[in-house]
C-alpha cells in the first residue's frame, strides 16, 4: 500500500505535528456562581466541584482563573428570595449582588473580562426569563427590563453582556440602550441558539431559578431543530450582537457546525451543568476516566467550529495543559 494513513499517528511528536485542533485557555470562559457573604463557599451538591462563592472567595478564585491564563469569568448570582419580585426588581440595583460584585472583581483584578448574564430567571418570583402575566411570558415588556439590567450591569463595569433570555428583539433593544447612555464599547454576547434543554437542572439548583409554574418551552429553542439556529443568529447579528452563542454544546455539536459554516462573527458555545454533572458521576463511580474524558469532550467543542468554550472545568483544563 502507498497510502497509509498510520504512518501520521505513529509518535506523539509527529501527532502533534498533524493535529488539526488544539485547546488553549485563552479558549475558555469559566462560570462562577455568587452569593451574598463573604469568605462562603458552599458546595453544590449536583455539580461536584462547584461552589457558590462569597466575596472574598471569589476574589481569591478570580485571581486563579487569571493566573491560568483563562481570559474571562461569566457570573451568575442567587438571589435570596426575599429580594425577588415579578419584576425582576432587583437586577436593576446599582447596589445589588451582581453590580457589587463587578466592581469588587474589576478592582482586584482589572485584567479580566467579565461577562454577565441578562435574563429576569434568577431575579423573578416566576423564575422565568421574562415577565409573565396570566400565565403567558410577554415579549416586548420584558425588553425595557432587560435594558435596565444591562444597563446596570455596564455601569458597574461589565465588559460583556450576554443576554440569555431568548425573548425576540432583545439585543437590537440592549444595544440601543447601552449606545444611549454611551456604553457603546461594552460588547454583546447573545445566547441567540439556547434550546429548552432538560441538561439545565444542576444550574438551576446552584441559583434556585427553576420556574415556578410552567415550563420554557414558548422561548426557548425546541431540540428538534437546526435550521431555525440559523434564523436566531442572523437576526441576533442584525441587531448588533458582537459575539453568538449555542447552548447546550454537546448534544448541539451539529448546530455549531452548521453555523460555523455561515457566519463571520465569534461563536461561542456552552458546555452546560447538566453535561459537566454527568461526567463528574461516570468519573466518580470509576465508569470514565474524568481527564481524558474532559478533554475530549471539550476539544470536540472545539472542533465543531466553537471560538469560545464556556466550562466548568476550565481550571481542571487549564491545569492540565500547564502540566
Avoid at 491564563?69 to 448570582?77: E, K, Q, R, S, T
Avoid at 481527564?291 to 470536540?300: D, I, K, N, R, Y
Wanted: hydrophobic content about 45%; some cysteine; aromatic content about 6%.
Amino acid at each position: 500500500m502507498k497510502i497509509r494513513p498510520r504512518r501520521n499517528r505513529k509518535t506523539t511528536t509527529i501527532r502533534n505535528l498533524v493535529r488539526q485542533t488544539s485547546i488553549t485557555p485563552h479558549d475558555l470562559v469559566l462560570p462562577l456562581f455568587i452569593i451574598d457573604g463573604d469568605d462562603t463557599r458552599e458546595p453544590i451538591a449536583s455539580m461536584p466541584g462547584c461552589f457558590r462563592l462569597g466575596k472574598a472567595a471569589l476574589l481569591q478564585e478570580v485571581k486563579q482563573v487569571h493566573a491560568l491564563d483563562i481570559p474571562a469569568i461569566a457570573l451568575f448570582p442567587r438571589i435570596q428570595d426575599r429580594l425577588k419580585d415579578r419584576q425582576a426588581s432587583e437586577s436593576r440595583n446599582d447596589n445589588g449582588l451582581l453590580q457589587t460584585r463587578i466592581k469588587q472583581i474589576k478592582d482586584a483584578c482589572p485584567e479580566i473580562t467579565v461577562i454577565t448574564d441578562v435574563a429576569m430567571d434568577a431575579y423573578s418570583s416566576d423564575g422565568h426569563d421574562g415577565l409573565v402575566v396570566d400565565g403567558k411570558i410577554k415579549n416586548d415588556p420584558t425588553l425595557d427590563i432587560l435594558a435596565g439590567m444591562a444597563l446596570a450591569q455596564a455601569r458597574a463595569g461589565a465588559d460583556i453582556i450576554a443576554p440569555s433570555d431568548m425573548m425576540d428583539g432583545r439585543v437590537g433593544f440592549i444595544r440601543d440602550a447601552l449606545d444611549r447612555e454611551g456604553y457603546t464599547e461594552v460588547s454583546i454576547l447573545a445566547y441567540s441558539v439556547k434550546y429548552a434543554s432538560s441538561f439545565y437542572g444542576p444550574f438551576r439548583d446552584a441559583l434556585d431559578s427553576a420556574p415556578r409554574g410552567g415550563d420554557k418551552k414558548t422561548y426557548q429553542m425546541d431540540p428538534a431543530n437546526a435550521i431555525e439556529a440559523i434564523r436566531e443568529v442572523e437576526l441576533d447579528i442584525v441587531e448588533g450582537a458582537d459575539i453568538v452563542m449555542v447552548k447546550p454544546a454537546l448534544a448541539y455539536l451539529d448546530v455549531i457546525s452548521r453555523l460555523k459554516q455561515c457566519i463571520n462573527i465569534p461563536l461561542a458555545a456552552f458546555n452546560v451543568s447538566g453535561e459537566y454533572a454527568m461526567l463528574k458521576a461516570a468519573a466518580q463511580n470509576g465508569w470514565l476516566d474524568e481527564q481524558s474524558v474532559m478533554m475530549e469532550m471539550t476539544l470536540a467543542i472545539k472542533r465543531a467550529g466553537a471560538d469560545m468554550i464556556l466550562t466548568y472545568f476550565a481550571k481542571d483544563i487549564a491545569h492540565l495543559l500547564q502540566s
